[in-house]
Structures are given as structure tokens and as C-alpha cells.
Nanobody, 122 residues
């Protein structure tokens, strides 16, 4: 059974940084696509970033390019989202997702975490 557990959310001032973690278990993820999504109150879930577990390919939403970085630690089976220069519009619940393969940018993931709240104050 695949489990994804996010952590690292919180309240931060505009311009600050946070690092989200997604601890993955229950599979060998070497061929998986790992993604981060977010959903602001009253809005649809949107793609933020994704990577192949091998680390060879990454993709970012235009709104976070240059500010957010997705990475992973193989030894800890954990995927990270480093978020710098945060803006109030980054406020959302952030979700980690995993899928056995396919395109890098997509919404169809088999497994989702429970989400972690990120609030950026102005």
C-alpha cells in the first residue's frame, strides 16, 4: 500500500521560505513520477512541480519557476519542495502525488497525500 505523508507547511511572511517534505512508502519508486500540487480555498487544484524519481527530468508551473525546486533523497524515500520568495498567492494546501509512469505534467496520479497547509502573509 503506497503512503505519502506531507510535512513542513506553516505560516510564513511574504519573501520567506519553506521546505515541504513528502515521505513515500509501500513501493519501490525508482520508476515513479512524483508531483506537487496545490489547492487554494475556492479554487481548483493546480499543478506545481513534478519530477521523475530518477531525477533526470523536472517540470514546473510558470507561476513558481525560479522560486520553487523539487528534489528527492533516495536514502530517505522522500521528495521535497523547496519554496523561496513566497508570495501571498502561494497560500494553499499542498499535496504530494505519485504515479507509476506516464507524462511529467498531468493531473492523473494514482496516489495522493493528505496535504499540508501553507499560508503566506503579506
Amino acid at each position: 500500500q503506497v503512503q505519502l505523508v506531507e510535512s513542513g507547511g506553516g505560516l510564513v511572511q511574504a519573501g520567506g521560505s519553506l521546505r515541504l517534505s513528502c515521505a513515500a512508502s509501500g513501493r519501490t519508486f525508482s520508476r515513479y513520477i512524483m508531483g506537487w500540487f496545490r489547492q487554494a480555498l475556492g479554487k481548483e487544484r493546480e499543478f506545481v512541480a513534478a519530477m521523475t524519481w530518477s531525477g533526470g527530468n523536472t517540470a514546473y508551473a510558470d507561476s513558481v519557476k525560479g522560486r520553487f525546486t523539487i528534489s528527492r533523497d533516495n536514502a530517505k524515500n522522500t521528495v521535497y519542495l523547496q519554496m523561496n520568495s513566497l508570495k501571498p498567492e502561494d497560500t494553499a494546501v499542498y499535496y504530494c502525488a505519485a504515479d507509476p509512469g506516464g507524462r511529467l505534467i498531468k493531473y492523473e496520479y494514482d496516489y495522493w497525500g493528505q496535504g499540508t497547509q501553507v499560508t503566506v502573509s503579506s
